[in-house]
């Protein structure tokens, strides 16, 4: 990978402490557009902690990372599943110093895909799960309604090896407004079964629940050096109405 440029930022353990004023969710909203690479040699190679969302096609990736940052088109998300097909990567951090970076990975398990361009994407993800340097979380998008698939394990049992050497994991159970609080209960105790000891989290983007839950997550992963991101409260008001999702 000599040939690909280096993108070269401040390390996020150099920099200052970071100012109270800066709340994860602010953070997340300075997110912009970094690159898109159909293979993985055309990746910038960078030292800035870089978070993975994958999880199979139609999951919710795109949205989610839409409705973190609060950027309706940021990432591309569509009702026609296999929309994603390229590794985007965007930018996280105040004042255009990127001190994260957010991939948002193609989704698998689409059925319409030709099978040997299905096996090359496998190729190219197991490659970048294992081998990207500054990969620091994984989050794996699940549509509880569909548990995890056998796609999904076997994602995990790639990235076991590195999860055990401290990668960070988290697994989203999407559309949580698709299911009843009794449904939301058991699908989180199934999928903390099922995570190995990672986090998992309800998240809906249609009624923006567990957002901020996520975004002080992710703030902790890339910034251990500046202290744990006061909770949020649960009595703090959503910050953007629901929109219309389709799915
Ligand atoms: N009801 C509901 N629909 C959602 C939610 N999140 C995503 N969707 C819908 O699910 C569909 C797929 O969303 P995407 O974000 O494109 O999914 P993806 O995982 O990026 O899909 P690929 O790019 O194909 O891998 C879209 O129609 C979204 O509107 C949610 O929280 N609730
Ligand atoms: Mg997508």
């Known amino acids: 990978m000599s040939s690909s440029p280096r993108v070269s930022t401040p390390s996020p353990q150099a920099a200052p402490a970071t ?21 993985l040699h055309h990746l910038p190679e960078m030292d800035t902690p870089e978070i993975a969302f ?50 948002d990975l193609p ?63 988290l697994i989203i159970l999407t559309k949580a407004d698709k299911l009843t609080r009794a449904e939301q209960a058991k699908a989180l105790s199934i999928a903390r079964l099922q995570a190995g000891g990672g986090e998992v989290k309800l998240f809906s983007a249609l009624k923006k629940q567990g957002v901020d839950e996520v975004a002080k997550l992710l703030w902790d992963w890339t910034h251990p050096s500046a202290g744990t991101a006061p909770s949020p409260s649960p009595t703090e008001p959503p910050e953007a109405e629901p929109e219309a999702l389709d799915e």
């Open 19 to 39: 100012p109270p004023a800066v709340t994860p969710m602010g953070w997340m909203h300075t997110a912009r557009f970094l690159t898109t690479a159909a293979q």
């Open 107 to 169: 989704g698998y398990g689409y059925a319409a895909v030709a099978k040997m361009d299905k096996l090359r994407w496998q190729q190219v993800m197991a490659n970048y799960l294992v081998s990207r340097e500054n990969l620091t979380g994984i989050v794996m998008m699940c549509d509880p309604r569909h548990g995890l698939t056998e796609l999904d394990d076997i994602l995990l049992e790639v990235i076991r090896p590195r999860v055990e050497e401290g990668l960070k994991f």
């Open 54 to 103: 994958v999880g199979r096609s139609n999951a919710g990736k795109s949205t989610c990372i839409n409705t973190l940052t609060q950027k309706k088109q940021l990432a591309f998300a569509s009702k026609k599943p296999g929309r994603t097909q390229h590794i985007n990567l965007f930018a996280l951090g105040k004042q255009g110093i990127t001190d994260t970076v957010l991939a």
